[in-house]
């Protein structure tokens, strides 16, 4: 199992504390910031802080929904959140202008519309290892 990073992710996962250790390659994704060689267009898989999520959802709002478009077209997809439904509803980012419970909606809503896996971890290391562990499972699947 090869885990391609895309070369704009800016703040990569190392996945030091799994074992065995993914091979990472860093090469330009189309959609998402992860997913497994030879299986790009069918499995991208989003990771977002809380700060990106909100800024995503606000003034990068058209450019998100345009991946989650894309990521519709996929096999299958997956939003990774390094927070969990309690921080955003409760504590979205000091700056922020957004509504947490609009952020929320349009999660719940676009899960729909475009069938994107949306997971929301209770931290960054939590979201390493689920961000793994999909993309471990989905190898397993489709290897």
């Known amino acids: 199992m090869i885990v391609i990073q895309d070369t704009r992710e800016q703040k990569p996962f190392t996945f030091e504390g799994i074992r065995p250790k993914p091979t ?6 189309r959609i998402g910031d992860y997913s497994l060689k030879g299986f790009e267009d069918k499995f991208p898989l989003e990771r977002k802080s809380l700060v990106d999520l909100f800024g995503s959802l606000g003034k990068g709002r058209d450019r998100f929904e345009r991946e989650f478009q894309q990521m519709s077209e ?7 959140i390094e927070a969990d439904w309690h921080t955003i509803l409760r ?8 509504n947490p419970k609009s952020v929320y909606r349009t999660l719940v809503s676009w899960s729909i519309k475009y069938n994107v896996h949306i997971w929301a971890c209770p931290n960054r290391a939590f979201a390493e290892k689920t ?6 499972k989905f190898w397993e699947v489709k290897k």
Do not use: D, G, H
Not at 74 to 80: K, N, S, T, Y
Not at 91 to 98: A, E, F, T
Not at 131 to 136: A, D, G, S
């Open 91 to 98: 504590m979205p980012p000091v700056r922020s202008k957004m």
């Open 74 to 80: 996929c096999e299958f997809a997956a939003l990774v």
């Open 131 to 136: 961000t793994y562990l999909l993309l471990k």
């Open 24 to 29: 990472i390659e860093i090469a330009p994704l």
